[in-house]
Structure formats: structure tokens, C-alpha cells
């Protein structure tokens, strides 16, 4: 039985029309007509992109509500969950990753920028989260506010656009501890070298509840200033690509398959969380 999709048509038009000059253009390798699908994924982000163990296979098994709604989209694309490969991908290599091939959309809490725009395409926001703070619970000295990280030790991760927004954007004076990802300025958080970690309030509360599983505990500030809009970043051509994880996406707010998704992975955590469709980016 031959597979029809929303954008069947539309592709099939571009075809006739280019296949009278001789070229077919890159139709053939959209994400919207592919049978297997290779999808860059955060490894270290509890509640949202974590490698969780190993399948019988060999392969890697990932968990949280970036994997739900990677799974969800290769769902609606047709695409057999036996042919859906989990690639785990860093802040700084996803750009590079989705130019070179290797894998063909990231959904790991990727913010859209203009920056990040110049390279790639995104899909969606398929969520809206909020730049915060996290400290340790036990921390002597309280911070209330962004200010209040004047002079004190901050996670750093490179490619990740959250210590910028503070020492940039903000121009708050704060000291630099890198860390190759967000467990890591986790385990150093809780190790006290240093003294707050700030990125998207959906990776802080997954963070403070995997600290609080050993005893570690972790308090959001509740100071939000950055609307971080989470995409799906694909080829900067795949235009029918991007136009098809936009209708799965509305597909899933229509179902109400986000909003449930959420409350899964966030709920226990008291962080409060919208379920209203983002506007989304033009795919154009």
C-alpha cells in the first residue's frame, strides 16, 4: 500500500516542475518522505532527554518529554518505531550535526535564536519554558533574583546560550565554571564548586529531581526572565520537512498529548506549565 501524507501533494508538484529543468532538488531527502529517521537527542537532561540504560538490541534507550515528543513526530511522519534511531547530541555539535547529515532533526531543548536560525531551520515551538535559577536548598547566603548572581560561580556549557543571557544580556558579573553538560553542572552543584545553575526551568526542576532522589536538595529561585522557545531544528532547505513536524506538532495539542506529556514528566515538581499552542516559526 502506497504511504500518503498531508504534504504528498505539495511535493509532488514541486517535482513536476522542477523535473522539466533537469532537477528534482532535495525533495528526495526530506524528513516528511524518509522511512528512518536518525534524531539528536540530550543524554543528560532529566525529565526531558536522558539515556536511561540499553535496549536488548545493544542500542541506547532514552526517556523524558523531549524523547515523547520526538517519538510522537516520527509517529505522525509514518515513520515505524523500529526505524527510529535516538542520537545523543551536545549544545555545541547540533548545529554541526544537522548540516553534515548525521542526524536529521534535533528536538533537545533547542532554543530558537537568530543566531541558531542563520544554520538550521526550526519547526514548531513545540514548548515555551523560562530561563531560572537553581541553587541548593541549604545555601546560607539566599538569592531572590537574577542580581543576586553578582560574583558568585556559574555553570557554564559550551554551545548552550544561558550563561551568555546572564553575563551578556543581563550584564550580571558572575564567575564561569564550565561543564561539558547540564548533569555535570548538576554534580557540581551539588559538590559545592559552585554556586548556581541557570538554564530552562523544565532542565532545572528534571535536575533538582533527580538531586533529591539522593538526598540532595535542590530550590528554584522562581525568577524567570527569558522566554526560551524549544524547537525542532532540521536542514535550513527542508522546507516540506518543516511544514510536516509543524502540522504533528498542532496534531498533538489538538489531542491533548502535550499537555498530558507534561504533567507526566513535571507535575510532581510544582513547576507551573502552559499548554497553549506556541505561535510557530515560518517554515519558509
Known amino acids: 500500500m502506497t504511504r ?3 504534504a504528498a501533494v505539495p511535493a509532488a508538484l514541486s517535482l513536476l516542475a522542477t523535473a522539466a529543468c533537469g532537477s528534482v532538488g532535495q525533495a528526495d531527502s526530506s524528513v516528511a518522505g524518509k522511512d528512518a529517521l536518525v534524531i539528536g537527542v540530550q543524554s543528560d537532561q532529566p525529565g526531558l532527554g536522558e539515556r536511561i540504560g540499553s535496549t536488548e538490541n545493544g542500542y541506547d534507550s532514552y526517556d523524558g518529554f523531549d524523547i515523547d515528543i520526538a517519538k510522537e513526530i516520527a509517529r505522525q511522519l509514518e515513520v ?3 526505524n527510529v534511531t535516538f542520537k ?5 555539535e547540533r548545529e554541526e550535526l544537522i548540516e553534515s547529515g548525521d542526524v536529521d532533526f534535533v528536538v533537545g531543548s533547542y532554543s530558537i535564536t537568530p543566531e541558531r536560525k542563520t544554520r538550521v531551520k526550526f519547526a ?3 514548548y515555551v519554558a523560562h530561563q531560572d535559577i537553581l541553587v541548593r536548598k541549604s545555601n546560607p547566603a539566599p538569592l531572590r533574583d537574577l542580581h543576586g548572581l553578582a560574583g558568585r560561580r556559574l ?3 559550551p554551545g548552550s546560550q544561558s550563561f551568555q543571557r546572564v553575563r551578556t544580556e543581563q550584564g550580571v558579573p558572575v564567575v564561569p565554571v564550565e561543564a561539558k553538560g547540564c548533569g555535570e553542572c548538576l554534580d557540581k552543584l551539588t559538590a559545592e564548586r559552585l554556586d548556581a545553575v541557570s538554564t530552562d ?3 532545572l526542576a528534571g535536575l533538582a529531581s533527580k538531586a533529591a532522589k539522593t538526598g540532595d536538595y535542590m530550590r528554584m529561585v522562581n525568577a524567570p526572565f527569558s522566554d526560551e522557545r524549544y524547537g525542532v531544528g532540521l536542514r535550513k532547505d527542508d522546507v516540506d520537512g518543516c511544514e510536516a513536524i509543524n502540522e504533528a ?3 498533538m495539542y489538538q489531542s ?4 498530558l506529556t507534561l504533567n507526566r514528566w513535571f507535575k510532581p515538581t510544582g513547576l507551573e506549565l502552559t499548554d497553549t499552542v506556541p505561535q510557530f516559526e515560518g517554515c519558509i
Not at 545523543?88 to 555545541?92: E, R
Not at 491533548?256 to 499537555?259: G, S
Open 4 to 6: 500518503v501524507r498531508w
Open 80 to 82: 515505524p518505531a523500529a
Open 201 to 203: 526551568d523544565l532542565i
Open 256 to 259: 491533548d498529548f502535550v499537555r
Open 155 to 157: 555553570c557554564m556549557v
Open 249 to 251: 506538532i498542532t496534531k
Open 88 to 92: 545523543p547530541v551536545t549544545s555545541k
Open 124 to 126: 514548531g515551538p513545540y
